[in-house]
Every structure is written in structure tokens, then in C-alpha cells.
């Protein structure tokens, strides 16, 4: 059994992570930018720390789990950019992506679909809503009790809004293969 992404919100663990629906691990790591052709290496979160040492200014370790193919990334993340994800969600491809910023929040939630950019929100500030569908998630948040005016930036709140976005996509991300697993990776800058 894989774990949720509630464990996405806690600190310095993990920057950034997109998935991708419908497309493999390997094609996820080539729409974010690896070399054509480009062989992955099994690698840990440490030696995508040390390749970033190395003089790569982004790698990415990827996985497959309920579906989605997902992309750790570490350094200056491909995926966290508009460019990134509408190159991902090409094809009728559905991304998620997730820019874990405790240091200066909110974290940011985003969702596009086949290019387009459907829906987005501060985790933490769900009344502020942006995209082509910024509704979207609304009655997942409201069940929840986030919304109409659940607390703003509060750890439950945020809690509640990655439960809501987990279950609206069935998104799931495995801790421990994330922290202390080898997973393929790639360079992508």
C-alpha cells in the first residue's frame, strides 16, 4: 500500500514533485527535459543532492504508483514552471504539481491539463483560486470543511487540502522508496 501526500507538508523533505497521468516514468523524466536517449541510473535522494554538487542545475528521480507517473525533482525544478507543466500535460496528458516552500509559504498546488492550465491554489490559501477552472476542487475542499473559511496557513487546514487533492486525483506517493529508496534518475538540466 502506498501512502497519501499529506507527508508532502512536512518540511525539507521534498521541493517539488509533478505527476503525470497515462504516460511512463521515463517519458515523464524526457517532457521535463532529460537528453534524448539519456540512460537512468538508479540513484537516492543523496546522489541527486551530490549530482546538483556536480554541476547539474536539475535532477529529477522517477516512479510510477496508482497510475501517475511522478518526478522528485531537485534543484531548479522544470517542473514547477507554467512551461514545465504545459510541456508535460501535452497530448491530453492531466499533471500535477506540487512547489513545497515551507520556508516561505504557501506551497503551491497546480493542475493542467492537455497544455492548459485548469486549476491552482496557495495550500493554505484555497480561497485564492487561479486557472481556466478555478472551481474545480471547491466541493472536495468545502467537504472537507476547508472551504468557505476554514483557517488560513493552519497545519490541519493544509492537511485537509492535500487530503482533498489526493482523493479528487488519486494521487499517491510513497514515502519511504521517496527518502530512503534508489529510484531512477535523469538529469534534466
Known sequence: MSDGI??????????????ASG????????????????????GSAQ????ALGS?????ARVGEV???AFAVEYG?????????????????????????TPWSPPSLFRHYLDGAYVTGFGVGKEAMRYGAEPGLLVPA?????????????DQRGMRLTMLAIQDHFGLRLPRRQILDGKLPMYHLR
Open 141 to 153: 475542499l468545502e467537504a472537507l470543511g476547508v472551504l468557505p473559511s476554514g483557517p488560513q496557513l
Open 66 to 68: 496508482a497510475g501517475w
Open 23 to 42: 504516460i511512463p516514468p521515463a517519458a515523464l523524466a524526457a517532457r521535463l527535459g532529460s537528453g534524448a536517449g539519456e540512460e537512468a541510473r538508479p
Open 6 to 19: 499529506g507527508w508532502l507538508l512536512e518540511p525539507y523533505l521534498v521541493d517539488c514533485v509533478t505527476f
Open 55 to 59: 554541476g547539474a542545475l536539475c535532477v
Open 47 to 50: 546522489d541527486a543532492e551530490e
Open 76 to 100: 531548479d525544478a522544470v517542473g514547477a514552471t507554467g512551461g514545465g507543466l504545459a510541456a508535460v500535460s501535452r497530448g491530453g496528458v492531466a499533471a500535477v504539481n506540487f512547489l513545497l
